[in-house]
């Protein structure tokens, strides 16, 4: 069974500049949430996609966007770069159901890494 | 608000000792606990997890974890370190009711070193 897929691995952007990042989850699987990673700040919360829907999202300025779409495939959006953008850029899927908290865990992808410059 | 917090930044430990790597978490609800080990230039993988019933979890790689209530803690242990147990090590939490979805709240993590 595939894991969860992100595309590119690597990306190097200048600031100003927008991007876009791929994640495909596990087959089956209809929620996916995305994470930024960093030294400074870890593991953060970024939105979480359930059928199309968003259904959570984090403290992020409204440069960072996402979409889900029929396929449960999802892609983020960063537009005007910023240096403090570079990150580890991570997605994970999970069998969730819709109306209530599921005890799934989550299956992590091997993340985006995004460098501003 | 939950909030977890992990004990130690980094932790070293010889081969074959005890590894112990401390969570505590703060929530108003029964929460769900996991640990993740992320491995350089990896994501992160899924070690166990605690939602409900028996509060000593096992998982991967001989890796378990006891969610103890009256402590607000999920501690990992392992009893004897492997080489290849070198690692970062996070523990998360969420809430167990309400529409809240996928929102994971991840401690600063552990390093885990492992000497020869």
């Known amino acids: 069974k595939a894991g969860v897929t992100q595309t590119p691995r690597y990306l190097i952007k200048t600031r100003g500049q927008q991007v876009t990042l791929s994640c495909s989850p596990i087959?089956?699987?209809?929620?996916v949430s995305w994470y930024q990673q960093t030294p400074g700040q870890g593991l953060q919360f970024l939105f979480e996609?359930?059928?199309?829907?968003?259904?959570n999202k984090g403290n992020f300025p409204g440069r960072f966007s996402g979409r889900q779409f029929s396929n449960s495939r999802s892609e983020m959006n960063v537009s005007t770069l910023e240096l403090g953008d570079s990150a580890l850029y991570l997605c994970?899927?999970?069998?969730?159901?819709?109306?209530?908290?599921?005890?799934?865990?989550?299956?992590f992808g091997s993340g985006t890494r995004l460098t501003v410059v | 608000a939950q909030s977890v917090t992990q004990l130690g930044s980094h932790v070293s430990v010889s081969e074959g000792a005890l590894v112990l790597l401390r969570c505590n978490y703060s929530?108003?609800?029964?929460?769900?606990l996991f640990w993740y080990v992320q491995y350089p230039n990896q994501g992160l993988q899924l070690l166990l997890k605690?939602?409900?019933?028996?509060?000593l979890v096992k998982g991967i790689n001989g890796f378990e974890a006891e969610f103890k209530k009256s402590e607000t803690s999920f501690h990992l242990t392992k009893p004897s370190a492997h080489m290849s147990d070198a690692a970062e090590y996070f523990c998360?939490?969420?809430?167990?009711?309400?529409?809240?979805?996928?929102?994971?709240?991840f401690g600063q993590g552990t390093e885990l070193s492992v000497k020869p």
């Open positions: 929530s108003s609800v029964p929460p769900y």
């Open positions: 605690y939602t409900t019933g028996a509060t």
């Open positions: 994970a899927s999970s069998l969730a159901e819709r109306a209530r908290i599921s005890n799934y865990g989550y299956t």
């Open positions: 998360a939490v969420r809430r167990g009711e309400g529409n809240q979805g996928g929102k994971l709240i």
């Open positions: 087959s089956g699987h209809r929620s």
């Open positions: 996609y359930f059928s199309e829907t968003q259904r």
